[in-house]
């Protein structure tokens, strides 16, 4: 069925996907789970929770395999992938013609839909907790079905707030609160926040996508409404993000409708030297204090397959924020096209220039 496992479509920490053809023809994608991956929770949960949806927005589970240690889930093959390889893409119009300010719409509102249905349209609700562009795949015509539920959770729809023993999720979408009580509960606010910084890469993409030609008002229009949109999914709040419901009502309205939202965190001094002192003495004191957990401003190191910049071109593309508690900091770098990762052990955050658009 997939011919010894010799077209792999992707990898990650579970294990590897490979294409497949069912005896009918249709083509699959097989997830094989690593072996090494505990009791098998991931496996669970994605058959638990994915075996209770049916909709047009969630990837379709063909059928799973446990046979002894070994555990392979079965799905519909997504030819053009995961939305991820086109948000990294350098060169995306080459690659994909069809892919334009209003595709990009579509795919946001279309994955509001899903998460929507999680929330809200199942028998129970499902909390994904890892929404991020990897996770989304896309058919031939660009629609999008949201994947991966290793890491979900089942919980009542009157359950407000659950409970969580370790944070789940991937660096740099993760909600605060997940990481830190102090932020809040955390709920499928949660899951909005993800969605959130998602929206705000695919942004990115658009403007690469306008590179080559004049931008339109509608284009324009679309830009500024998924900004605004992505800015209040991302609230240190968790009750200031809208549902997901509300989003999609804010993505198919006027974008003179939308209100502004507020920041999301409290940015320094724009001058250079005031960023770069402030810069200088943060990172100091995290350092000192002990709880920075990696750096990235040695400049031998990799972060996301890209050389990091060394110590003086992040001194001077880089803004220091802080929260309103000042629990928790980001480095917000300018250039959009370098995804670094800084680690604190009271919240990790995602450094990206598009906030500060």
């Known amino acids: 069925m997939t011919l010894s496992f010799q077209e792999k479509l992707g990898q990650g920490g579970y294990g590897g996907v490979y294409k497949g053809k069912l005896l009918d023809g249709r083509l699959v994608a097989v997830k094989v789970l690593n072996t090494t991956k505990g009791n098998g929770e991931e496996f669970i949960n994605e058959v638990a929770s994915i075996s209770r949806t049916s909709h047009v927005n969630i990837v379709t589970l063909l059928g799973f395999c446990l046979e002894g240690s070994k555990r392979a889930l079965i799905y519909e093959f997504m030819p053009n992938g995961s939305l991820e390889k086109f948000i990294y893409n350098d060169n995306p119009l080459k690659t994909t013609p069809n892919l334009g300010w209003e595709k990009l719409l579509q795919i946001a509102t279309e994955i509001a839909r899903g998460l929507e249905y999680l929330h809200r349209g199942c028998s129970i609700r499902i909390l994904h907790f890892d929404i991020k562009p990897h996770n989304i795949l896309l058919d031939e015509d660009f629609w999008p079905k949201i994947s991966d539920f290793g890491l979900s959770k089942l919980c009542m729809e009157e359950e407000s707030i659950i409970s969580t023993m370790a944070a789940r999720g991937t660096i740099g979408y993760i909600a605060p609160e997940v990481f830190c009580r102090n932020f809040g509960g955390v709920s499928h606010k949660s899951d909005v926040y993800s969605y959130g910084m998602m929206i705000l890469e695919m942004i990115e993409l658009g403007r690469n996508l306008g590179l080559h030609g004049l931008v339109t008002t509608e284009e324009d229009e679309i830009a500024r409404k998924m900004v605004i949109v992505g800015l209040w999914c991302i609230q240190t709040n968790p009750s200031d993000r809208p549902s997901m419901s509300k989003v999609i009502e804010m993505l198919q309205g006027s974008v003179e409708l939308l209100q502004i939202p507020p920041k999301p965190f409290f940015s320094s001094p724009s001058s250079p030297e005031a960023r770069s002192s402030k810069f200088e003495s943060v990172v100091e004191e995290f350092i000192t204090s002990g709880l920075v957990e990696e750096t990235i401003i040695a400049e031998d ?28 900091f980001a480095l917000v770098v300018r250039d959009c096209r370098r995804k670094l990762v800084f680690k604190a052990s009271k919240l990790t955050t995602k450094l990206t220039a598009s906030l500060q658009s």
């Open 301 to 328: 190191e990799v972060v996301h397959g890209r050389p990091s910049p060394d110590e003086d071109w992040l001194v001077a593309n880089t803004d220091v924020a802080m929260n309103s508690t000042g629990t928790a």
